[in-house]
């Protein structure tokens, strides 16, 4: 199974790197240090048969019911003897000098009786057929007891360079290298910590970059070297993605824009048609085309202009001129409109243009959805808010946070563009404000919005005012 964590990574590799120089570094460098270090060259590779010489040895060993010990021929020696030819080897008593039987010979009748055995280790030289033989002696304490083994012409072939780790190396060595191996899991599991610091910096960065902040960027001088190359990468498809975004932004607004006059000269044409129902319905369509284009090209604007201004705004004033103004749309389309206010104006930080287009939409939106012969509540409240209530099918819990995506609708037979409560939702942010929407009682939907307050006059009681077509025809009147 494949680790995912880079700590857990390191720590697997840091181990098994450690093991894997524990078990052939030694042998390595002894190899190095004989090889080129002793006056013997080549020969002296020789000495690293000692563990293997002294363990066949004491292998070797026997000690008889009467107490005599011996050299056995185990199936083990006489393979190590064919190998190399001129081995010998004998052992004796360090406390009295005498060869244990099956002694070599030569060994036997240089060293036996000679009290100079009982060394640790010491190097022999011995004569054998006019030439000189080098070889070795040491006192080991065996099963049998404690001997001396002297030994000569053991030597080295590449083959049993392969298991010089294994003879080399033993448990108590590697308990010594324990800590060694746990300081490395530490120091690992610390750099890769404070190496990925940045990137996890950067990754709360980046979570945070959505369509609106295209333009923030991951700082490449805070990051590693090693990922340095990724952080520039993802800066640039930042980039990209933000120049498309702005094309595709000042596509849509040229669109809309250039849009306006047909459509303009086409409900002008409409106009001159003979009344009957052809001509109201395409009424209808040109004006939903026309509401279409120009909520995308408010989008648009909205999506240039960036962040608003904020300024003294009456949410009293708006909301009841904006309310006034959609009363005859209503009223056509057998809906009433109620506005209910406190007896002071509410002051809010935010645009008149912004707050106008959230209670158009609102309204907009709640007269759709509001069934015929209801009633639409337009409210504002002391605390800087507008509710709007409408008495429809409401807005399912699951869809509460999809309806403000733009052209979502819940299915085709839903009238509207799609474009309004995204629009809503992104003037809203943009003013630092919050939107929501609750289950009116009794059924439909309430959305309220809070604005940053600029201060609220305070008001004991709250006016019902029931707007119908017949005050405003009169206002108008008054008005022209």
Not at 202 to 218: F, G, P
Not at 297 to 311: K, V
Not at 383 to 388: F, L
């Amino acid at each position: 199974m494949r680790l995912r964590s880079l700590s857990s990574r390191l720590i697997v590799y840091a181990i098994f790197g450690s093991i894997l120089g524990y078990l052939t570094l030694p042998p390595v460098v002894v190899v190095g240090v004989l090889v080129s270090g002793l006056p013997g060259g080549l020969g002296s590779l020789d000495d690293l048969m000692r563990p293997r010489v002294g363990k066949i040895m004491l292998a070797a060993l026997r000690k008889g019911a009467d107490g005599e010990r011996s050299i056995a021929m185990t199936d083990e020696l006489r393979q190590f003897m064919s190998a190399n030819p001129d081995f010998r080897f004998a052992a004796f008593d360090p406390r009295t000098g005498k060869a244990l039987p099956g002694s070599a010979p030569e060994l036997t009748e240089a060293f036996e009786g000679v009290g100079r055995l009982k060394l640790f280790r010491s190097p022999i030289d011995i004569a054998v057929g006019g030439s000189l033989r080098h070889g070795e002696s040491a006192v080991f304490d065996s099963p049998i007891g404690e001997v001396v083994i002297a030994t000569y012409g053991a030597k080295f072939q590449w083959r049993d360079f392969f298991l010089l780790p294994y003879r080399m190396t033993s448990i108590y060595g590697a308990l010594i290298f324990l800590p060694h191996w746990a300081a490395m899991c530490l120091i690992a599991l610390f750099v890769v910590d404070r190496g990925l610091a940045p990137l996890r910096a950067a990754a709360t960065k980046v979570a945070k970059i959505d369509v609106n902040s295209l333009k923030e960027r991951i700082a490449p001088e805070e990051a590693p070297s090693e990922v340095l190359p990724f952080v520039e990468a993802v800066n640039k498809a930042f980039e990209r993605v933000r120049e498309g975004v702005e094309r595709q932004r000042r596509f849509s607004a040229n669109s809309a824009h250039e849009l306006r006059t047909p459509i303009t000269i086409l409900r002008a044409r409409v106009g001159k048609m003979e009344e009957g129902p052809l001509k109201s319905e395409m009424e209808r369509d040109v004006l939903r085309v026309q509401t279409l284009v120009e909520q995308m090209l408010l989008l648009a604007q909205i999506e240039e202009r960036g962040r608003i201004e904020p300024q003294e705004v009456d949410l009293y004033d708006v909301a009841l001129t904006v309310a006034a103004d959609y009363v005859p749309i209503a009223i056509g389309n057998n809906r009433e409109i109620q506005f209910e206010a406190p007896s002071r104006h509410v002051a809010a930080l935010a645009s008149r243009w912004s707050v106008d287009s959230i209670v158009t939409n609102l309204i907009a939106n709640a007269v759709r959805a509001e069934p015929e012969g209801g009633v639409v509540i337009v409210r504002v409240l002391p605390e800087c808010a507008i509710e709007v209530v409408d008495h429809g099918v409401g807005v399912a819990e699951a869809d509460r946070s999809r309806i403000f995506e733009p052209f979502w609708r819940k299915d085709e037979a839903t009238p509207g563009t799609g474009l309004g409560l995204a629009i809503v939702r992104e003037l809203v942010d943009l003013l630092g404000g919050e939107i929501r929407v609750e289950e009116t009682p009794g059924g439909g939907a309430t959305f309220k919005v809070r604005l940053p307050a600029a201060g609220v006059e305070p008001g004991d009681a709250t006016e019902a005012v029931a707007l119908d077509v017949q005050p405003f025809d009169q206002r108008c009147e008054r008005r022209a």
